[in-house]
C-alpha cells in the first residue's frame, strides 16, 4: 500500500509524509476538505462532529493512506439515542482529495455500492459515549475491529490491497462526534505509532473565532484542491522558509494576519478557493496580498 524508502520516509505516487524517526508513521488526522455536509471539524482536525438534527451526512476520510496492520484508534464523544445504527468504519482506495462535494450522505449504502469502497457498522452497544475502539486492514484483505469491551472480530473481507487505502469512517445515527486517537502498527520487536499531528490554528484569537470550523464551507468549485494536513507549521506569527501549501517555493507573501507563509502561485489559489489564512483562518482580502 505504502511504499517506504531506505530513510523511512513514506511515499505514496507523488506525496510524501512527514517522519519524526523509524518508528513514526507520520501524522494522522481527518482529512480537511473531504468531510460529510454537517461535519465540523476541530482540535487540529482529531475531532469530528456531526452537526444539526441528522443521522447522516458525516463521512470523514483519514489525512493519509494507512497501512497493513495499522491500527487506527478512536473515541466515541457524543452520542443520542434519538437514532438507530451507529459508527461505521472501513477504508477506501479513492483519494479524499480527487473527491467532489457534497458528499455521499452516507457510507452505506451510497460509497459500498460504489468500486473501491469497503465499510461495516459498529454494533450500537460498543459506540456509546467514551468508547474507545480500534480498527484495522489485515494482509488477507480483512478489516477487524476491537475495544476493551469486545473481542477482536472480523466486520469485512475481500478489501483489494493492489492500491493505496485510506480509512473511512461514517459519523452515522446516535455517534455524533468521534475523536481521532492516532495509530501503532506492531512489529516483532518495535511497535510503530503515529506522532501528533500540527495544530491548524496557532493564535489565541483564531481559537475563540474557529473553535469549530464547517470545513465543508471552504469548498468552492475549482479543478485542483489544496490540503494542509501533513505540514510543520510555525508556533506564532512570523515568516517561514517554504510555502506552506506546495513546501517547495520560498514563502514570499505577507498575509494580513502576519503570516509570510505562502509563495506567489499558491497565494493566488488560497485566495480563490479559500480566502483564509493557512495557519489562523484569518480572513484575506486580495488588495492586502504583498508579492504577488
Not at 28 to 44: D, N
Not at 68 to 87: N, P
Request: charge should be positive; proline fraction near 6%; include cysteine.
Amino acid at each position: 500500500m505504502v511504499n517506504e524508502s531506505d530513510n523511512g520516509t513514506s511515499v505514496v505516487g507523488s506525496e510524501t509524509s512527514h517522519k519524526c524517526g523509524r518508528s513514526c508513521l507520520g501524522p494522522l488526522t481527518f482529512h480537511p476538505l473531504a468531510v460529510g455536509a454537517k461535519v465540523s471539524l476541530s482540535h487540529g482536525c482529531r475531532l469530528a462532529e456531526r452537526t444539526g438534527a441528522t443521522f447522516k451526512n458525516g463521512l470523514v476520510f483519514s489525512s493519509r493512506p494507512v497501512k497493513i496492520q495499522e491500527r487506527i484508534r478512536l473515541r466515541v464523544e457524543k452520542d443520542s439515542f434519538g437514532w438507530t445504527g451507529a459508527l461505521r468504519v472501513g477504508f477506501t482506495n479513492v483519494p479524499p482529495s480527487d473527491r467532489s462535494l457534497p458528499l455521499p450522505v452516507m457510507a452505506i449504502p451510497n460509497l459500498t455500492n460504489v468500486q473501491g469502497h469497503w465499510a461495516a457498522p459498529v454494533q450500537e452497544s460498543h459506540c456509546q459515549a467514551g468508547s474507545e475502539l480500534e480498527f484495522w486492514l489485515s494482509g488477507r484483505g480483512c478489516v477487524f475491529v476491537t475495544s476493551p469491551d469486545i473481542k477482536q472480530h472480523t466486520v469485512l473481507t475481500g478489501v483489494d490491497l493492489s492500491q493505496p487505502l485510506w480509512a473511512m469512517i461514517d459519523i452515522y445515527g446516535q455517534t455524533s462526534a468521534i475523536s481521532l486517537l492516532g495509530s501503532k502498527k506492531r512489529k516483532l520487536f518495535q511497535t510503530r505509532r503515529s506522532c501528533p499531528a500540527p495544530e491548524y490554528l496557532t493564535s489565541l484569537d483564531a481559537d475563540k473565532h474557529n473553535s469549530l470550523i464547517p470545513v465543508s464551507s471552504l469548498h468552492e468549485n475549482s479543478d485542483e484542491c489544496i490540503s494542509f494536513v501533513d505540514m510543520k507549521f510555525p508556533a506564532g506569527r512570523g515568516s517561514v522558509k517554504d510555502c506552506v501549501v506546495c513546501m517547495e517555493k520560498q514563502a514570499r507573501v505577507t498575509l494580513p494576519c502576519g503570516h509570510q507563509c505562502l509563495c506567489n502561485l499558491c497565494a493566488s489559489k488560497v485566495l480563490r478557493q479559500f480566502g483564509t489564512c493557512p495557519l489562523c483562518r484569518y480572513k484575506i482580502s486580495a488588495p492586502s496580498l504583498d508579492g504577488i
